[in-house]
């Protein structure tokens, strides 16, 4: 599981950054990728990464600024043409599906796929599939706005195969029996429970993307024990007044949610084209003033989310 920036900029592409948009790569998982968000030239960033369109099954709106929505009728569309093929899901507020279905009307755009555009109208859980589930709720913007978090299932331990061979108990289709936690009878008579040569269960992992906001405590709702929370830091921390005037946060109180969520990592994005050079790392350590394991991203780069290494409570 990996978290892949094709855009961290606010508000209109720059040289250095590109607008919002978030892959969530789940290749190992379910062979596919998750969006979130598509600001204008998604698709070109893309072509800078080994993301193959086909693979993207399913994406996330949080709002519908332009930054967010303007790359969504060009990849819909080019997708078809680069062997996309599965249905492909569109979760966002009301309106994307108006937005959407006349960005291809108008420009007389065909896929050749389904298209299935859910329109959000009760937060909370909003998708389960395969196991994963994915939640969102309303955060404090200028328009309605979401955060998102993604719950991947618990996996289950892994069959202690040196103990059962200790045991004297061959390799076979009894070893799936056991692995599923069955109460078997071996041929000498012996009886077994399964579950007594199951190791340790892991906890799935948890990502959480925010939309763009002003400091609301829903943001901490979803980041609880987040493995990953993704928090926009558009203005500096002596910008609070301004944060709040234009619907965003700062990089202190980016911070705070991820330090009162109990998150592990806190990735800071959304960063606003007036901060350049070192200027951008000093949003990174304000933050970390507050929650030390911060970092600011750029464009493409990857954060990677490893497995839980402790037992399911």
């Known amino acids: 599981m990996e978290l892949q920036f094709l855009g961290t900029g606010a508000g209109v592409p720059s040289k250095q950054r590109n607008v919002t948009?978030?892959?969530?790569?789940?290749?190992?998982?379910?062979?596919?990728?998750?969006?979130?968000?598509?600001?204008?030239?998604?698709?070109?960033?893309?072509?800078?990464?080994?993301?193959?369109?086909?693979?993207?099954?399913?994406?996330?709106?949080?709002?519908?600024?332009?930054?967010?929505?303007?790359?969504?009728?060009?990849?819909?569309?080019?997708?078809s043409f680069q062997g996309g093929e599965t249905t492909l899901e569109v979760y966002g507020?009301?309106?994307?599906?108006?937005?959407?279905?006349?960005?291809?009307?108008?420009?007389?755009?065909?896929l050749k796929y389904q298209l299935n555009v859910i329109e959000i109208e009760e937060t909370?859980?909003?998708?389960?599939?395969?196991?994963?589930?994915?939640?969102?709720?309303?955060?404090?913007?200028?328009?309605?706005?979401?955060?998102?978090?993604?719950?991947?299932?618990?996996?289950?331990?892994?069959?202690?195969?040196?103990?059962?061979?200790?045991?004297?108990?061959?390799?076979?289709?009894?070893?799936?029996?056991?692995?599923?936690?069955?109460?078997?009878?071996?041929?000498?008579?012996?009886?077994?429970?399964?579950?007594?040569?199951?190791?340790?269960?892991?906890k799935g992992r948890i990502v959480t993307i925010l939309g763009d906001t002003r400091f609301h405590p829903n943001s901490q709702k979803l980041a609880k024990n987040a493995d990953v929370l993704v928090h926009e830091s558009t203005f500096s921390a002596d910008e609070g007044k301004m944060a709040k005037s234009y619907f965003h946060s700062t990089s202190t109180q980016a911070g705070t949610v991820a330090k009162e969520a109990g998150a592990k990592k806190l990735v800071l994005t959304h960063i606003s084209a007036r901060y350049l050079g070192k200027a951008v790392y000093e949003l990174e350590k304000e933050a970390k003033s507050v929650f030390k394991n911060t970092r600011v991203v750029k464009d493409f780069d990857i954060v990677d989310i490893p497995l839980k290494k402790d037992e399911v409570d």
């Open 21 to 79: 948009s978030i892959a969530l790569k789940l290749l190992d998982e379910r062979n596919e990728i998750w969006l979130f968000d598509c600001g204008e030239g998604t698709q070109q960033q893309i072509l800078e990464t080994t993301i193959k369109p086909r693979k993207i099954e399913k994406i996330f709106i949080t709002h519908l600024h332009g930054d967010h929505i303007f790359g969504l009728p060009g990849l819909l569309s080019s997708r």
């Open 93 to 110: 507020p009301k309106g994307i599906k108006n937005f959407i279905q006349t960005s291809l009307k108008v420009s007389e755009s065909h």
């Open 124 to 202: 909370g859980l909003i998708l389960e599939d395969g196991g994963f589930k994915v939640y969102c709720e309303e955060l404090d913007h200028r328009i309605k706005c979401y955060g998102y978090r993604v719950e991947e299932p618990n996996f289950q331990g892994e069959l202690q195969v040196e103990k059962l061979k200790e045991l004297n108990i061959p390799a076979g289709p009894v070893y799936k029996k056991i692995k599923d936690g069955e109460i078997v009878t071996l041929n000498d008579g012996r009886v077994i429970d399964g579950k007594d040569f199951i190791g340790e269960s892991r």
